[in-house]
């Protein structure tokens, strides 16, 4: 009987339109209807593939007596304005509505012929009473969830069947439906300020969350106080966070007051928006953090916390933590914020977690700590099978590496850590990477290698190399290089001061001024009268650098 009058509506509002192919638009409702059937569609289905394009015709449904479901899956597959296609976020809420959708693209969607009617509110206050009979009758989700959505509607719910809802759930002992009275309450102009307190006091979250957001106005000292209640339930998260806004809402000291009171609860943590409340309450709050570490709810705020304090003494409890947590991350990131030595071993041993984005976040961890500790577990992250975490490894033994660093960091130096590597061996100075840093300084592609590459030499006793290659810029930094050694041979200066290429000369003019040797100003002097500037400037500085010494 339903389908068949759902039939006789799309008729009637479709005579006589037809699609852009010229099929009669009912002929085309009708192979939607078909496949939603086939599909095991349910009546609520078929009714809406055949009215899901009346509202556009101007009938308005709500006065047909079709029934909730179907108005509900109908109204999901209108398109919102400015789009000409229900959006599938939408629809997917809506079963029914959804099957719908995937029978029209099944039979190659056709858009309703155009119409410049604005589509009627399909689900209003008249609908209550037939969605509460088929509540009584199965109260199921989907019913839940119509009645939900129809009180959350700008739509007038001031009538009687309201009112009376709102009377006949106001002391339910169902959760849902005590929340619902509360809204209907709301939406009837039925609230009162006492009766919704006792409910924000001793109804279930719901119902009080429901009665909290109902409050406005100006606030009584009785209101404030049982908000100052709510705030402190460490089991009520979503009550708190609705006392909290109205708190911010009413303003002044009383509420300001209120607000500074604090469940601890790692669900709405005070610090999330006023990192400085940390700072102001540390000595109260951090022994209750380290406390809290072992509970998997407060996973991420409780390290998080210690962290940002810096607190030494918590390091021993995060370590513990940290190796029995299933994602230690957070609790790592804390040990290395606060920085403490003593941090070390655990962290070592959380090297051989099965997980490499822990072991990666470990040397991030040590990283921070630093000391000669690190160095070995480093080194040994450098045969990590994982990529991530040897990438990690050889960044840290660039900044933290030592003596016993020296052959990761000649073998880093075939890798794309090589600038890097030859940086940090400079700064060790042992003279077993030499041969490692003069194949960098002459072979190296990469400008920044070569140049890290020189520094180290530069730094490192060694005996010196002759230059194997005849490309300008290797000489120019090979000349730069002499002027670092004074003990090498200074034979090869006076040749380079002849080079055909300007920079070269230049390069051995300042090499000859850094030596400061007296020996240098024959050799030099003739520079001064060079064809290129650059080379006469470089001699003048090197002749004043040779003369003042």
């Given at each position: 009987?339903?389908?068949?009058?759902?039939?006789?509506?799309?008729?009637?509002?479709?005579?006589?339109?037809?699609?852009?192919?010229?099929?009669?638009?009912?002929?085309?409702?009708?192979?939607?209807?078909?496949?939603?059937?086939?599909?095991?569609?349910?009546?609520?289905?078929?009714?809406?593939?055949?009215?899901?394009?009346?509202?556009?015709?101007?009938?308005?449904?709500?006065?047909?007596?079709?029934?909730?479901?179907?108005?509900?899956?109908?109204?999901?597959?209108?398109?919102?304005?400015?789009?000409?296609?229900?959006?599938?976020?939408?629809?997917?809420?809506?079963?029914?509505?959804?099957?719908?959708?995937?029978?029209?693209?099944?039979?190659?969607?056709?858009?309703?012929?155009?119409?410049?009617?604005?589509?009627?509110?399909?689900?209003?206050?008249?609908?209550?009473?037939?969605?509460?009979?088929?509540?009584?009758?199965?109260?199921?989700?989907?019913?839940?969830?119509?009645?939900?959505?129809?009180?959350?509607?700008?739509?007038?719910?001031?009538?009687?069947?309201?009112?009376?809802?709102?009377?006949?759930?106001?002391?339910?002992?169902?959760?849902?439906?005590?929340?619902?009275?509360?809204?209907?309450?709301?939406?009837?102009?039925?609230?009162?300020?006492?009766?919704?307190?006792?409910?924000?006091?001793?109804?279930?979250?719901?119902?009080?969350?429901?009665?909290?957001?109902?409050?406005?106005?100006?606030?009584?000292?009785?209101?404030?106080?049982?908000?100052?209640?709510?705030?402190?339930?460490?089991?009520?998260?979503?009550?708190?966070?609705?006392?909290?806004?109205?708190?911010?809402?009413?303003?002044?000291?009383?509420?300001?007051?209120?607000?500074?009171?604090?469940?601890?609860?790692?669900?709405?943590?005070?610090?999330?928006?006023?990192?400085?409340?940390?700072?102001?309450?540390?000595?109260?709050?951090?022994?209750?953090?380290?406390?809290?570490?072992?509970?998997?709810?407060?996973?991420?705020?409780?390290?998080?916390?210690?962290?940002?304090?810096?607190?030494?003494?918590?390091?021993?409890?995060?370590?513990?933590?940290?190796?029995?947590?299933?994602?230690?991350?957070?609790?790592?990131?804390?040990?290395?914020?606060?920085?403490?030595?003593?941090?070390?071993?655990?962290?070592?041993?959380?090297?051989?977690?099965?997980?490499?984005?822990?072991?990666?976040?470990?040397?991030?961890?040590?990283?921070?700590?630093?000391?000669?500790?690190?160095?070995?577990?480093?080194?040994?992250?450098?045969?990590?099978?994982?990529?991530?975490?040897?990438?990690?490894?050889?960044?840290?033994?660039?900044?933290?590496?030592?003596?016993?660093?020296?052959?990761?960091?000649?073998?880093?130096?075939?890798?794309?850590?090589?600038?890097?590597?030859?940086?940090?061996?400079?700064?060790?100075?042992?003279?077993?990477?030499?041969?490692?840093?003069?194949?960098?300084?002459?072979?190296?592609?990469?400008?920044?290698?070569?140049?890290?590459?020189?520094?180290?030499?530069?730094?490192?006793?060694?005996?010196?190399?002759?230059?194997?290659?005849?490309?300008?810029?290797?000489?120019?930094?090979?000349?730069?290089?002499?002027?670092?050694?004074?003990?090498?041979?200074?034979q090869s200066l006076e040749h380079w001061t002849k080079h055909t290429d300007a920079l070269v000369r230049a390069r051995?003019?300042?090499?000859?001024?850094?030596?400061?040797?007296?020996?240098?100003?024959?050799?030099?002097?003739?520079?001064?009268?060079?064809?290129?500037?650059?080379?006469?400037?470089?001699?003048?500085?090197?002749?004043?650098?040779?003369?003042?010494?």
């Amino acid at each position: 009987m339903g389908i068949a009058k759902a039939r006789r509506i799309a008729r009637r509002a479709h005579q006589g339109q037809l699609t852009r192919t010229s099929e009669l638009f009912t002929d085309y409702l009708e192979r939607v209807a078909r496949i939603v059937e086939e599909r095991d569609g349910g009546w609520a289905a078929v009714q809406a593939a055949w009215l899901h394009a009346v509202p556009g015709t101007g009938v308005d449904l709500t006065r047909q007596g079709i029934p909730w479901r179907v108005l509900r899956a109908v109204e999901a597959l209108q398109p919102d304005p400015g789009w000409s296609k229900p959006t599938p976020a939408k629809v997917h809420l809506v079963p029914d509505a959804a099957l719908v959708n995937e029978a029209l693209a099944a039979g190659e969607v056709v858009d309703p012929p155009e119409s410049s009617w604005q589509p009627v509110v399909l689900m209003d206050a008249g609908m209550l009473p037939q969605l509460l009979a088929d509540y009584r009758e199965r109260p199921g989700h989907e019913t839940k969830w119509a009645i939900d959505d129809l009180f959350a509607r700008p739509i007038n719910l001031n009538t009687p069947a309201v009112a009376e809802l709102a009377e006949q759930w106001w002391d339910s002992e169902d959760d849902w439906e005590n929340r619902i009275a509360v809204l209907a309450a709301r939406r009837a102009g039925l609230l009162d300020r006492e009766r919704l307190l006792r409910k924000v006091l001793d109804g279930p979250e719901g119902s009080s969350v429901a009665a909290i957001e109902s409050l406005s106005g100006e606030a009584s000292a009785e209101e404030i106080e049982v908000l100052r209640t709510v705030v402190l339930r460490p089991e009520e998260r979503w009550a708190r966070l609705a006392a909290r806004a109205r708190l911010t809402a009413i303003g002044g000291p009383d509420a300001e007051a209120a607000l500074q009171e604090w469940a601890f609860s790692p669900w709405d943590v005070p610090w999330r928006n006023d990192r400085a409340w940390l700072h102001r309450n540390a000595a109260d709050v951090v022994p209750r953090l380290i406390e809290a570490l072992p509970d998997p709810t407060w996973w991420y705020e409780a390290p998080f916390a210690l962290g940002e304090l810096r607190v030494v003494e918590a390091v021993g409890p995060l370590s513990e933590a940290a190796q029995n947590a299933e994602f230690p991350h957070h609790h790592i990131e804390a040990l290395g914020k606060i920085g403490s030595a003593d941090a070390v071993p655990a962290l070592v041993r959380l090297l051989g977690h099965s997980s490499a984005d822990v072991r990666a976040y470990v040397l991030w961890a040590l990283d921070r700590i630093g000391g000669a500790e690190v160095v070995d577990a480093v080194i040994m992250a450098c045969d990590d099978p994982d990529v991530m975490v040897r990438d990690r490894a050889a960044r840290v033994l660039v900044r933290h590496g030592d003596e016993r660093a020296v052959t990761p960091l000649i073998r880093l130096c075939d890798t794309r850590h090589a600038g890097g590597a030859a940086h940090a061996l400079g700064r060790i100075g042992d003279p077993r990477a030499v041969p490692t840093l003069w194949h960098l300084f002459f072979r190296h592609d990469r400008k920044a290698v070569r140049y890290a590459a020189g520094r180290a030499l530069a730094r490192i006793d060694n005996p010196g190399h002759w230059c194997p290659s005849d490309d300008p810029r290797i000489l120019r930094a090979y000349v730069w290089l002499h002027g670092h050694k004074p003990d090498w041979n200074r034979q090869s200066l006076e040749h380079w001061t002849k080079h055909t290429d300007a920079l070269v000369r230049a390069r051995a003019a300042e090499a000859y001024g850094r030596l400061r040797d007296p020996a240098g100003v024959e050799h030099v002097r003739p520079l001064l009268a060079d064809l290129d500037p650059r080379v006469r400037k470089a001699a003048e500085v090197a002749m004043t650098q040779i003369t003042r010494s």
